[in-house]
């Protein structure tokens, strides 16, 4: 293991830079009986990914964050090359949010040469992102499959932010017998109610002035599935049409999809039925800018 150098002495964080360093202090850890944790992130880190690591530390003695630009989630005209990479900004992060451990591996590392399995979530991994970023679930669950084996943490805990991924995982861990338990994390926001995602660093100002009215219309729009105008009979399609006309309206350029959907198994809902948990959820082109959000929808 190797401290990141740019980090002052006392708030210096293990980083392992490959899965047998990992696997070894885990082992340890749980040979002195104690839980682990594992946060996966793509690095870059804000407060989001700092809410998930004191959530972790809540459910476990020790916590093991893995900073990882996985390159096979990624499209080929996506922003695999752009993505923001911060290390010893994030080192420092985790280090004062109480991490024990940053998990930093290589590419080489997690593909070495003849690299040829590949996980498919077949059901939730349709339609929303699935649809827009072919290969990108198969990329995850491959990459978050790998992750869980390398530290074999007795928990994971993801952000609901990234709400289809989210189900994704839990229906791998479910189907392949994962002896881990998944934890979903609340989606954490700026004041004006924007989702906090690496992402935004890409926005500009003007940009940065329309992102909120996401999250504003995902709030009206699920007011009004919920509303007794609809129970009276308007269907949901209806109701999302008109959240598509006002995002457009407020800027974005291109709305990739806003839907219903069921909570866990994310099956397409013609309408809200009270008692059985929804899920609205969001992807928007701003710029260059793919910004995606979500909203609980229940009563
Ligand atoms: N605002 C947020 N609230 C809660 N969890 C979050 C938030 N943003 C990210 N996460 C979670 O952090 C984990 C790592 O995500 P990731 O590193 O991709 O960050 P991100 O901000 O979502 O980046 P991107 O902009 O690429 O989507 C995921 O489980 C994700 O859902
Ligand atoms: C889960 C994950 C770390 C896998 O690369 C990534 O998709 C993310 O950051 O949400
Ligand atoms: N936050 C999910 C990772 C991705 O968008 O590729």
Redesign the pocket.
């Given at each position: 293991m190797t401290a990141v150098s740019e980090l002052p002495l006392s708030l210096a964080l293990p980083v392992a830079r490959e899965g047998a360093a990992v696997r070894r202090t885990v082992a340890q850890w749980r040979a002195e009986g104690l839980r682990v944790a594992l946060v996966?992130?793509?690095?870059a880190l804000?407060d989001?990914?700092v809410?998930?690591v004191r959530l972790a530390l809540t459910q476990a003695d020790r916590v093991v964050v893995s900073v990882f630009v996985n390159p096979t989630q990624f499209g080929p005209s996506e922003d695999f090359a752009a993505y923001p990479r911060t290390e010893a900004a994030d080192a420092v992060r985790l280090s004062e949010a109480g991490a024990h451990l940053m998990y930093a591996p290589t590419v080489e590392d997690m593909y070495p040469p003849g690299f040829a399995t590949t996980i498919t979530v077949e059901g939730v991994s349709r339609g929303l992102c699935g649809d827009r970023r072919p290969g990108h679930f198969q990329g995850v669950a491959t990459v978050v499959s790998k992750l869980l084996m390398r530290a074999q943490p007795d928990v994971a805990v993801?952000?609901?932010?990234?709400y289809q991924?989210l189900q994704v995982i839990r229906r791998l861990v479910a189907d392949l017998d994962l002896p881990v338990e998944v934890i979903g994390?609340?989606?954490?926001?700026e004041d004006d109610g924007l989702?906090?995602?690496?992402?935004n660093a890409y926005l500009s100002p003007g940009e940065r002035a329309i992102a909120p009215h996401l999250h504003r219309i995902l709030v009206e729009v699920t007011r009004a599935l919920t509303s007794p105008e609809t129970e009276a009979g308007t269907p949901a399609a209806v109701i999302l049409a008109r959240g598509e006309v006002a995002l457009r309206a407020a800027g974005f350029d291109d709305v990739e999809y806003l839907e219903l959907r069921d909570a866990s198994t994310l099956a397409p809902q013609a309408a809200f039925v009270r008692g059985r948990p929804a899920r609205l959820l969001a992807a928007v082109r701003l710029g260059r800018t793919r910004l995606i959000d979500n909203m609980a929808v229940e009563a």
């Open positions: 996966p992130t793509m690095g804000h989001g990914h809410s998930l993801f952000g609901e932010k990234d991924q994390a609340p989606v954490v926001r989702a906090l995602s690496s992402r």
